[in-house]
């Protein structure tokens, strides 16, 4: 059956809510949009008394499945992005939502030169998406939005091991495969180091991304690490300047 454009269009926050309520049911936003309408669909039908309701359903949701990614985010990964503790540390930096930076750029924009690639991220993983603190290279309109749902992660999987991950291509990875960045975002290869604060929390992560298979080497995996962890040093930095900020105003209206 072939595919036909639409021209509908939401505002911001009817965005937002989508791409919210679609990472939570682990599809794409645009898979959302479809099932709703499948519903909608349904619910029409019925009420009208409609031949051919029980048929149609079927079509349509065979259709959707199609489209589902077959593979779903393990209960590790879930419980450790979602663990109350890493949640608390990471607002406490207050750089969620927070306009680009150039202490921050700079190391996308190294990390992109060092090895070679043209993408590279300053990602941290909230329970619902991952904002790009910066983000270089990436296609519209993720480049403006400066963030994903945690279908499109896979910075999220980095968070949950504490540990480095490399991929050569991710269209043959076993947990990546089916992730809706490759589509979407054509995340191929990638390399991700956890940025991991004083607490010992992983915040989110260091990337670089290339849109064809490659191999990291241990030098360019050696340097991403070192960056990432001067991103680290940044982010404790903004941290307690936030907070000392705070103190002074609290000790100004007392």
Partial sequence: MPMRATTVRFSD???????????????????????????????????????????????????????????????????????????????ATGLLGSPAQEN??????????????????????????????????????????????????FCQHVVASRQPLLVDDAREHPVLKDNLAIRDLNVVAYAGIPLVDSGGQVLGTLCAIDHRPRQWSARQVALLSDLAASVTREIELTRAAGANGAESADAGSS
């Fill in 104 to 153: 921050f750029d700079r190391y996308a924009r190294i990390a992109a030169e060092a090895l070679n690639a043209p993408v590279a991220l300053v990602s941290l993983v909230d329970e619902e998406e991952q904002f790009f603190k910066s983000c270089l290279g990436l296609p519209e309109p993720w480049q403006s939005r400066r963030g994903t749902p945690l279908s499109h992660s």
């Fill in 13 to 91: 926050d009817l965005w937002g809510l989508l791409e919210r309520e679609a990472a939570a049911s682990g599809v794409s936003a645009a898979q959302f949009v479809r099932d709703a309408t499948v519903l909608r669909i349904a619910y029409l039908m019925g009420r009208r008394g409609d031949p051919g309701l029980e048929t149609t359903l079927e079509r349509l949701g065979a259709g959707s499945a199609a489209t589902t990614p077959s593979a779903q985010i393990s209960p590790d990964v879930v419980a450790a992005v979602r663990d109350p503790e890493r949640l608390r540390a990471l607002r």
